[in-house]
């Protein structure tokens, strides 16, 4: 699925928000379910029931090389677990594997020679972080580590580096990242310029992001013999030169990067260098607040979907199942949880009041649907109805019951929310998860919002052949796209 959007000028905002300056430059961006681009989105990973999720992320510059963020995102609230930086060098293939370590709590290990920063992730891998999950209810180590093991992953080129550019900085850290009989040096000494950025890289003589990255992902449990994939969602600038978006992996507040994010608008979190850049941070026109409140309304409503489908199938008797994957990797630019409020209270949902107000009627309504959960610590997102369809003609709307029961439109609580088709989940969703009430068998699905929901994701099936033969394997898994409308 491939769709245009015009971010919204700033200029045409300055009146009935009280912005004031002169105006940006428009930003137009492609929004592809496979392709390169600057930003790549990967919709859901898991480490949930002996699950691995494994990212391949393609330099597809044969000529410059990359320096990319990889940040992991909790399935409840899109609370960063895990970010840190890669340097790809000319058409270089990064990969990655998460799965939950002795703990429970996500883990990232990976083979690849590329640099990163830190250094240790390259050696040693890395371990998500619970510091941001301090939800009243999440009040153990075991709970905060459940939370790290479903989410979605946002990877982004944060600028160029080319092989001869004329700066001793910039050729220096080309010639650490560019690979060497198959390993890249990874000079420690070539990186220190980066931690003094504080403007994105452009004082440092950066060129920004060229769309030259892809990126694809699968999920395999190799206990089931059972393999899901597919391809990252790609956002492309199409209409003008991007910005360096470069800040320095570290913990601290320097950075005069932007996000539209509302828990810092509102200093409810703090900032730190590392939080940037993220999707909302501008990639056209001035480094603005305004620009990142444009920005994160611009791509919330690319992505914008009134009706979500797909098909489905189950059968307790090949233990088959579906899980349908709703993840809303911008809905947290416009609305998050605030953990340090009460539950049960307006304070407990914190507005982007600009990013709302720069959406117009058609797209996402987040003031008149999106709730607060006071049990599970998340926002939630309610269907206006579901319409299942078997093979044969046959269709029911919001589900089968048994009477008096009331069939109900589908909740979505969560970023990542994942709603199953049969008795258990074939990716063993468990953070943000639901079924979808349904006596057919097999067949399609349509799930609707009246004001439409900012949703990427597909469809999993798994399935067991019990009269496969001695020595073959019978279990299977299926992936299909979501198609949208």
Known sequence: MKKNVLALSIATMVGGLGFSGAAMAQAAFDVNESGTGAVQIVPYFTAQDGNATVLHVVNTDTTNAKAVKVRFRGASN???????????????????????????????????????????????????????????????????NAQTREGYVEILEMATIRPSAGNANEDALFKAVKHVNGKAPCTATAFNFLDAITDGGVAAGLPGPTNSLTASWYIMNVGKSTTFSGSATALTVTNAPTNPVYAPQMAEQKSNLFSADPLFKNNLLTKQDFDVPDLSTPLVGASTQANADTQAAALTDAINRTSVSNQFYHDA?????????????????????????????????SWNAAAQAALTASKFKTRANVTADAATGQLCVSADNQIIYDREEGSVRNGHVVSPGIAKPLRLCGEVSVATFGAKSPVGAAVAHSFMDTDYGSGWAAVNFGAGVPALGAAFTAASNPNASAGMVGNYGITWPHFYK
Request: some cysteine; aromatic content about 10%; hydrophobic content about 40%.
């Open 317 to 349: 008797s090949l233990n088959a199942a579906t899980d349908w994957v709703f993840s809303m990797p911008t809905r947290r630019y416009i609305v998050a949880a605030n953990y340090n409020a009460a539950p049960n209270t307006a304070g407990y949902i």
């Open 78 to 144: 899109s609370d960063d677990l895990l970010d840190f930086q890669v340097f790809l060098s000319p058409f270089d293939v990064w990969t990655g594997v998460v799965t939950a370590n002795a703990n429970g709590r996500l883990q990232l290990t990976t083979a690849d020679n590329s640099c990163t920063l830190p250094a240790e992730v390259r050696t040693q891998g890395a371990t998500a972080q619970p510091d941001r999950l301090s939800m009243r209810l999440w009040n153990t180590t075991e709970l905060k």
